[in-house]
């Protein structure tokens, strides 16, 4: 089954609290989210790092998404934290000396299986979770 890791996962429920206009600091998050503070920064960061939410620091600071919420996709998300997104080791990049390629020929199925999760997870905005 295909699964999220916690990081993905936090990062999905930190960014439905996440508006385009408006700055929401670390605190207001930790409180929202009850997730602890570290893990805030670290999400954020990597959100930033992706250029999905952009920060200004400073007492008046916090985050901010940099584009509108239905142009961002769970797919966008999902990579900032987790990487490539492949749901099998065979189906990440550069995967071409994967054991189970050479063995199997429905090994070579994974992607397509792949293929169509990716597509569904492009076509889920974050404005789509958030509603």
Request: net charge negative; aromatic share 4%.
């Amino acid at each position: 089954m295909f699964k999220l890791s916690k990081m993905a996962d936090y990062s999905l429920v930190l960014l439905s609290h996440v508006e385009e206009d408006t700055l929401m600091p670390v605190s207001q998050l930790v409180e929202r989210t009850k997730l602890p503070e570290p893990t805030v920064y670290k999400v954020m960061r990597l959100l930033v790092k992706a250029d999905i939410v952009s920060s200004i620091r400073g007492p008046q600071g916090g985050y901010k998404l940099s584009t509108k919420s239905e142009d961002i996709s769970a797919d966008a998300i999902i990579t900032a934290i987790d990487g490539s997104g492949a749901i099998t080791a065979c189906t990440e990049e550069g995967a071409e000396e994967c054991v189970l390629l050479q063995s199997s020929p429905a090994a070579i199925r994974l992607h397509k299986i792949n293929g169509a999760v990716k597509l569904a997870l492009q076509n889920i905005t974050l404005k789509d979770l958030a509603v």
